[in-house]
């Protein structure tokens, strides 16, 4: 540093002639409307190690992290604040200094602001971080010093930089941990042992940290709610249900018990009390410890019959088959409004329509309670080791060591087209960043309507596709949703998107049209087709997923294969509609070559040729 410099620093005067002028507006006002979650959190969580121990890595991971629950977060990283605010500092001591001065100056400021200010800086010196910290109780602000411990020689091993390399050859002098001094943290509110901690699991701790203290509500981090009955209470809950009045439940029924059992509909503690179904349907939200996106109803319909018989019980045993399957606890009966109930939900009443016609159909009371699910609910078709929980995918993504997952929601067979748009989503997660995204190829399977492929025939096609290696088997994960098919445009499109995201996905796939179908009279879509994916770029509550919409893709007649649609060359591209297709699957046609693999579309025209023999 020249000697200019160096007076710039040293000869700094303090400023005279100033007085502090308080905020008109209290950090409590702030934080009503700072963030989606009330409250002040303004605090600075501060990141000290040596360089390469994995202080930016974390500190970006916590921001993500704390946003996407809706918490006002932002990370300051040293190369970043050195390229502004601190372009004039050097490296000698009294710069040092200065540099973490300004910084924990800016950290009160954003933490004043009612933001979480991570700071991540190597702050080698025990006194200065000491001063940031006193910079903060004075103006009676949090302030958590984290040390991110990771050994010398693997601070080294790491080197992205190659800063380590620089200073055992000499060309960087004063360098912490080689020619200067990192002072070790003695009292530290938190210490991350980077070389044997995974980030994950780094994160987890410094969420803890942060809600024993108060900054980060126990709600913003809640995890799935599981209704199965615990071991322990299997035995007497069982019994207890062979008193109580029971309630026969249709198959549709039972679908939406595994919805709710397993979690889906986090943090719904069984089928919905008037209260919440009115928060359903006139704001697409539970508004009870805070929004929570939630568009579909999840109810229990009973018949007027059933409804005089069991008002006043204590609780109800549900029953499939002659099986008793869970235990509704606390019953609420109240009127079931169909008509209004479609009209809010659809934007149509058309009976034409195969689930409104269900609805429509169904009793005239719904009943909401606690539910006690007493097993987890098999459907013995060969197929129940692809219903994973949401508990279950998070596992196995973390198995997979995925720092990406990326779902993909279908109910009908996959085309190259499909392949394409999940291949192009998956690089540019690597262009992002990212190393290890998965893919959930998440196909539905609960109720669809008469003429949809059958699950079994879907799962076969979709195995196909993999065995052709179209989609890569070593980071794909195929999996069963159980949820019913509405075909209620985009009103249901954010509770697929919203499941997967209970699932750990953190990027959601969205195409034309989703969950639509023709108008049943006029046969026109019953959904303007570009609706979905804009409504769920929009919808309040998927704080944790990015959405990626459809790029549009047809078949490229002169490269002979599913291309991204170009404008320029219009005459070169075919647009192979679903009816098309399923007409030449059952004339045993072959499509373009190009347009799915084989193997895939030979089980598609299977599934017709059965049809033809079973009609």
């Known amino acids: 540093m020249s000697g200019d410099d160096k007076k710039t620093i040293t000869e700094i005067h303090k400023s005279t002639n100033v007085v502090y002028q308080a905020h008109h507006v209290s950090r409590s006002k702030r934080g009503q409307i700072v963030g989606t979650r009330r409250g002040f959190r303004g605090c600075t969580v501060w990141l000290t190690g040596l360089s390469g121990a994995g ?15 809706g918490i006002p977060c932002y990370s300051l990283d040293g190369d970043n604040i050195r390229q502004g605010l601190n372009k004039n500092l050097g490296f000698s001591s009294e710069d040092r200094e200065e540099n973490i001065r300004r910084i924990a100056e800016v950290a009160k400021l954003f933490a004043d602001a009612g933001l979480v200010c991570i700071a991540s800086f190597i ?57 200067s001094e990192y002072e070790t943290p003695e009292s530290s509110e938190l210490v991350l042992k980077t070389n044997l901690t995974s980030v994950n699991e780094c994160i987890q701790r410094l969420v803890e940290l942060l809600e024993e203290r108060g900054i980060v509500p126990a709600a913003a981090s809640e995890g799935v709610k599981e209704l199965f009955v615990p071991d322990n209470k299997h035995d007497l809950v069982r019994e207890a249900a062979w008193t109580l009045p029971t309630l026969q439940i249709t198959r549709l029924d039972l679908q939406w018990v595994q919805v ?3 979690g889906w509909a986090t943090p719904l503690s069984g089928f919905m009390r008037e209260r919440e179904l009115l928060q359903v349907l006139h704001f697409g939200m539970l508004l009870d410890g805070g929004l929570i996106n939630l568009t579909v109803p999840i109810v229990l319909p009973v018949c007027t019959d059933d409804k005089v018989r069991l008002a ?12 008793t399957v869970a235990v509704l606890q606390k019953p609420e009966f109240y009127q079931h409004r169909q008509e209004e109930r479609c009209a809010r939900q ?26 006690q699910v007493l097993e987890r609910i098999r459907w013995n078709d060969g197929l129940d080791q692809y219903r994973l929980t949401p508990m279950e995918l998070k596992q196995k993504f973390k198995d997979m060591n995925a720092d990406a997952i990326f779902a993909f929601q279908l109910r009908n067979p996959v085309h190259n087209g499909h392949a394409l748009l999940m291949q192009d989503t998956r690089r540019r997660l690597l262009e992002q960043g990212y190393k290890r995204p998965v893919l959930l190829l998440h196909p539905l399977g609960g109720w669809t309507k008469d003429d949809d492929v059958p ?18 088997p070593s980071s794909t994960v195929v999996a069963i949703f159980p949820s019913p098919m509405m075909y209620a445009g985009p009103t249901e499109v954010q509770w697929h998107c919203r499941s997967r995201m209970i699932a750990g996905a953190n990027f959601y796939i969205v195409g034309r049209d989703p969950a639509g179908m023709p108008h049943p009279v006029t046969k026109k879509d019953l959904y303007e087709p570009t609706h979905g994916a804009k409504v769920l770029s929009m919808a309040p509550g998927l704080t944790t997923v990015e959405i990626i919409p459809f790029r549009v893709a047809a078949y490229d007649k002169d490269k002979r294969c599913m291309d991204f649609y170009d404008p320029g060359r219009p ?24 347009f799915m693999a084989p193997k895939a579309w030979k089980v598609l025209t299977e599934y017709y040729s059965s049809l033809e023999k079973s009609n």
């Open 55 to 69: 202080k930016t890595t974390i500190g970006f991971a916590l921001e993500e992290y704390l946003v996407t629950h």
């Open 123 to 179: 702050s080698p010196f025990a006194k200065d971080r000491e001063k940031a910290r006193k910079s903060h109780e004075v103006s009676n602000l949090p302030f958590f010093e984290v040390f991110v411990d990771a050994p010398l020689d693997i601070c080294e091993n790491r080197d992205v930089k190659g800063l380590y390399k620089k200073a055992r050859a000499g060309e960087i002098k004063g360098f912490t941990g080689i020619d």
């Open 260 to 262: 709710l059992s397993e």
């Open 312 to 323: 006043g019980s204590s609780a109800i045993a549900l029953v499939y088959s002659g099986r």
């Open 346 to 371: 659809w934007g149509t009443t058309c009976e034409n329509h195969p689930y409104i016609k269900m609805v429509m159909e169904s009793g005239d009371w719904l009943v909401g309670g606690d539910l």
């Open 455 to 472: 699950l079994a025939w879907r799962m076969r096609q979709h195995a196909a596709v993999l065995e052709e290696g179209v989609l890569d």
């Open 571 to 594: 005459q070169s591209f075919d647009f192979i509609s679903g009816t098309r297709m399923r007409q030449l699957a059952r004339e045993n046609k072959n499509p373009p070559d190009g």
